[in-house]
């Protein structure tokens, strides 16, 4: 069963048209990791999935239902989508930054009834940041601060959660408690989770669907042992790629790689 | 409940205390402001003899000055600071900027320079009515927003905050250059009439001007208060503003529009009063922080109390002549922008 279906969607940023005739499932209940080289399309595809971005033509089908014939409220029930690098507004609270998640359900003034709160409280126990409820979101470290963004997201209550790099600008150690707190959260409960990353290796590490894309074409897709392959890689990147599998997951791994010469590509900005 | 969660709580619940305290605290300053400033004028009057024409027992003097003289005043300033403190407050909540004002978007510069052809083409004796300027100013505000945000706005991208920001002080100095031309043109009487207007004096001192006002107020203020929580969410990136489900354009659109048509009503009336719009809603966003139920309502209270406290000053400083009210809030204003701008750089 499939959570996204697009077809033949095509999606043009500022006048360019980046994605053309791309078709695209993303199954249910699944971690789909999307790889890819700079400025081709992960993004973008990612935005349009996500209503953020008006495609050009085609048609995303979300559940089975075209997505255009849902209000864009209906779309925030049922899929959440968090982009690269969000800012909150100065001096908000870990607590009002989740409560915005139940915006989609509010009406009128919108205060938050009994259900909401418990919601809310559930994010921030999933999240871990019960005791941060108070604190002021600037003042979180980075990997905290992404976890917000992740309950914000959660206090949606979609059955599907959509990430543009949610690794961005943390060091290794937030990008793993990140990543596995997705990972909980799918395995725990059920939860489809598409993200674009940048480190193929952690992709290949939380991922249980992969899809390499290049100048917004589908390269491959499937397991992560079908798509982390020395010809993926070369097709996709233009590396040479030294693939093995990792001890400690099984998972396969790039453990280096060197540059196919010459590139000249103008995919790379 | 776990103990954490017992102390978030509490926590909560002492912040919303405070919240309604500081809310409390600003309705205070204004009542405040309200008596210091009935008792503040050219004729001295005690607050005893106030207090008592206030319940009807005053002389005809007494009733004349009070009633007709500095409570419609009074009651201009603080229903003009409201409007523009919102106005002001639902500008920087849209555009996602801490320095947009109503004058940024044309307000000032739009219905400024209706008035100025309105005075051309009517003379400035021949008020017709005072119900006309506002839609007039309104028009002409409305016109120039309008052109703004057509200015501004990309195709595919919408509308970008620091885009409009910038084309706002582009067509902003433009009519204002336009309005300049005109008023070389004007003749003596119609020239000081445009030039007390241009300064914010509150020149419309009488009931009628209130109740030009007041319509526009109690139609716009409660829309705005009402979208509170939806300003929460505009004030975020767009991208997050959508995914969470909020049709931005339209939102901004309509919240834009009712800042307009705030302002625009508000300075009709009050003349071109300045850096209320910006300075109100910081020092609200001070004292009870960003989230928009709460920071509305303190952002029309501090922008009344501001407003009228500038009036009161304008008319003791000088005595026994008068500042006008938009020179004074300007000369509270200018400074606290320059230092917003130094601390932006930072």
């Known amino acids: 069963m499939n959570s996204i279906a697009t077809e033949n969607l095509a999606v043009a940023y500022d006048g360019n048209l980046v994605v053309d005739d791309l078709d695209m499932q993303i199954p249910q209940g699944k971690i789909t990791v999307v790889i890819g080289p700079n400025g081709c399309g992960k993004s973008t595809v990612l935005k349009a999935v996500g209503r953020i971005l008006k495609p050009r033509g085609g048609a995303v089908y979300l559940n089975g239902d075209d997505i255009r014939r849902l209000t864009t409220r209906e779309v925030a029930r049922k899929m959440a989508i968090l982009p690269q690098a969000p800012q909150a507004p100065a001096g908000l609270t870990v607590g009002e930054l989740v409560a915005y998640g139940r915006f989609p359900y509010q009406r009128g003034f919108g205060k938050l009834k009994s259900d909401d709160k418990k919601i809310i409280q559930w994010a921030l126990e999933a999240t871990r940041l019960t005791e941060f409820e108070t604190a002021e979101v600037d003042n979180l470290s980075g990997g905290q601060r992404q976890r917000v963004w992740i309950a914000m997201a959660l206090a949606q209550q979609t059955d599907l959660i959509l990430l543009d790099e949610p690794t961005t600008y943390l060091d290794l150690a937030y990008q793993l408690e990140v990543l596995e707190l997705l990972y909980r959260l799918n395995r725990g409960q059920s939860r489809t989770i598409v993200m674009v990353l940048h480190d193929i290796n952690l992709a290949a590490r939380f991922a249980d669907y992969m899809i390499a894309i290049r100048r917004g074409d589908i390269i491959k897709h499937g397991a992560p042992e079908e798509v982390m392959t020395a010809g993926v890689l070369k097709e996709c990147f233009h590396i040479d790629a030294e693939i093995v599998k990792e001890p400690r997951t099984g998972r396969p791994a790039c453990v280096s790689y060197d540059l196919i010469r010459p590139t000249g590509d103008a995919c790379d900005s | ?346």
């Open chain 2, 1 to 346: 409940m776990t103990e954490q969660q017992l102390k978030n709580e509490a926590y909560k619940r002492g912040l919303a205390v405070r919240n309604t305290a500081v809310a409390a605290g600003c309705a205070a300053v204004l009542i405040l402001s309200f008596i210091i400033s009935m008792n503040t004028g050219y004729t001295k009057l005690s607050p005893q003899d106030t207090l008592r024409a206030l319940f009807g027992g005053g002389t005809d003097k007494e009733n004349l000055i009070l009633f007709d003289f500095r409570l419609p005043r009074i009651v201009i300033s603080m229903l003009a600071g409201m409007g523009l403190a919102l106005s002001g407050c639902t500008i920087q909540g849209v555009s996602k900027n801490a320095l947009a004002d109503p004058g940024l978007l044309g307000i000032n510069a739009g219905a400024g320079l209706m008035v100025v052809l309105y005075v051309m083409f009517f003379g400035a004796q021949t008020f017709l009515s005072v119900f006309t300027l506002p839609f007039l100013a309104l028009a002409g505000a409305g016109a120039a927003a309008v052109l703004i945000y057509a200015l501004a706005f990309k195709k595919g991208e919408g509308i970008a905050p620091l885009r409009l920001i910038l084309t706002g002080v582009a067509v902003q100095a433009g009519i204002s250059a336009l309005t300049t031309l005109l008023v070389v043109k004007l003749d003596e009487t119609q020239f000081d009439f445009v030039a007390a207007w241009q300064a914010g004096s509150i020149w419309g001192s009488n009931w009628r001007f209130v109740l030009a006002l007041l319509p526009w107020l109690l139609l716009l203020i409660p829309y705005v208060l009402y979208k509170a929580r939806v300003l929460d969410v505009l004030n975020m990136d767009d991208d997050v503003a959508r995914g969470l489900g909020a049709s931005v354009e339209g939102e901004r659109r309509g919240l834009l529009a009712a800042a307009v048509m705030l302002a625009a009503s508000c300075v009709a009336v009050s003349g071109s009063i300045s850096f209320v719009g910006l300075v109100a809603p910081h020092l609200a966003r001070r004292l009870v922080g960003p989230k928009h139920a709460i920071l509305l309502p303190v952002c029309a209270l501090t922008g009344a109390v501001l407003v009228s406290a500038a009036d009161t000053a304008a008319r003791v400083i000088v005595q026994p002549s008068e500042i006008p009210t938009g020179i004074m809030t300007a000369i509270i204003g200018a400074p606290y922008f320059l230092y917003l701008l130094a601390k932006s750089r930072r």
